[in-house]
Each structure stands twice: as C-alpha cells, then as structure tokens.
C-alpha cells in the first residue's frame, strides 16, 4: 500500500476553517476514519495511505497536492542541497515496482 505524508497543520486548518466546521470526531466520521487517526493526522505522526488521502482532500474540497505541498516542497529542498543532487538521490532510491503505480501528489 503506497503511503505519503501530509502537512497535518494544513489538514487542522482546513477542516477548523470550513463553512460547517466539524468538530475532530464528525470530521473523522466524514472521512471514513477513526478520531484518534485524525488526530495522528493532524500531529503529523506518519504516513497516510494514498486513499485516505484522496477521501480527507475530497472532504475539504482541495486538491491532493495542497495536502502534500510542504512534505514535497521539503523532499526537493533536500535532493537540492544534497552532494550530487538528482543523481545522487537516485542511487539511494532502491528500484521498485511499487514506483509504478505511483500518482503524482
């Protein structure tokens, strides 16, 4: 199962800034998950599965990648100043059929 990480502060913001603003237990109810993963969400404690993902950016009415934004703007900010750069961020990154079936953020 493909996971990502998400800017969690920006998952807190939305959901407290909706028109109907849920309280953490409705808005887990909402998405599909249970409270204390929101919460694990919103403290940025781990990778989250691509379709819980895809449900929490359908729930807030934003496009997947300005959940993702900060956790990939901090991935190119590290291939950057990374000794060799690109090619050396490929050479740590093992082949893998799993990259495949990835969809962009």
């Known amino acids: 199962m493909l ?3 998400v800017d969690g502060a920006e998952v807190k913001r939305l959901r ?3 028109e109907r603003s849920a309280t953490q237990k409705e808005f887990a109810h909402e998405v599909g998950i249970s409270e204390r993963r929101l919460r694990e969400i919103e403290n940025a404690k781990g990778l989250i599965a691509v379709d819980v993902v895809d449900r929490l950016a359908r729930a807030l009415s934003v496009p997947r990648t300005q959940l993702c934004a900060s956790a990939l703007a901090g991935l190119g900010n ?5 000794r060799g ?3 050396s961020f490929r050479a740590l990154t093992p ?3 799993k990259w495949s079936r990835m969809r962009p953020c």
């Open 3 to 5: 996971k990502l990480e």
């Open 16 to 18: 407290s800034r909706r």
């Open 78 to 82: 590290a291939v950057k100043t990374s």
């Open 85 to 87: 750069g690109i090619a």
């Open 95 to 97: 082949a893998s059929p």
